[in-house]
């Protein structure tokens, strides 16, 4: 589904982005996508995709915990 008709943004676009790591923000997706400069129509439809897109990652502590790690534990470099 289109969410941003002047930009030719779709939600796939979005969740994409999301998993790959490249938007975590309503600012960051419309710096690499350009959603929302023009009419801003799309702005709450993108945003309740964004926020469904995001709570849909593995948090951090499930992440941790699937690799036996401790919460809270520092990250090993
Ligand atoms: S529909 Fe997204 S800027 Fe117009």
């Given at each position: ?66 690799l036996g790690m ?8």
């Open positions: 589904m289109i969410i941003c008709v002047c930009k030719a943004v779709s939600d796939k676009t979005i969740r994409r982005s999301v998993e790959h790591g490249e938007v975590i923000s309503l600012r960051d997706l419309s710096r690499e996508t350009g959603l929302g400069t023009c009419c801003g129509k799309c702005v709450p439809a993108a945003r309740a995709t964004l926020a469904q897109a995001l709570s849909a990652l593995p948090s951090t502590a499930a992440m941790n915990r699937d401790p919460l809270g534990a520092p990250a090993a470099c």
